[in-house]
């Protein structure tokens, strides 16, 4: 089943309310959880400034489709890659009404601060994530977790959980000591 409104289909650009994807809206819930102010206290990543630069300007251009994030979608399941700054994080999903066929898997790696902020942003997030049933394999600054064989509404959760953490911890790297 699709996971965007019959409407949509025609646009060139997709709002969040046309997207019917029971594994995005429970992501996007905790992306936009309340209290979610994305790091106002810390400066945002410019890569148009950067490549302008370190490349004497215009190499890639802050629009570059090479800098922007996607996702797949359909009614139960859920694809995202999606880019903050110089950290990648990956989400796949299937949710739908058999749980044994139910999983979510999550990657996390890099970020823009020092090696050590990095690597203790990916201890944080490990240990949340195992704290919410997901098993966890990282190393350095990247990790993969990995859910499987649950309701839908443990999905649901699971997936807002991975949201909030998104939503709070894109600049953690650089203010960890």
Known sequence: ADGLARESHRKKQIAVNDVKSFPFIA???GLT????TWSQHVTHFDW???DRAATGGGIISFDSQSLASYALVSEDYLNIGIRFGYHFTVVDALCGFEERDNYISFRFEGGGADFEKRCLRVLFLAQVLQNHHFEVVSKQDWLTARAEKFSREEARDRLEII???LAFTPFLDMTLD
Do not use: N, S, Y
Request: with cysteine.
């Open 33 to 36: 959880c309340p209290g979610a």
């Open 27 to 29: 992501l996007w819930e």
């Open 48 to 50: 148009d400034v950067f």
């Open 163 to 165: 949201g909030r953490l």
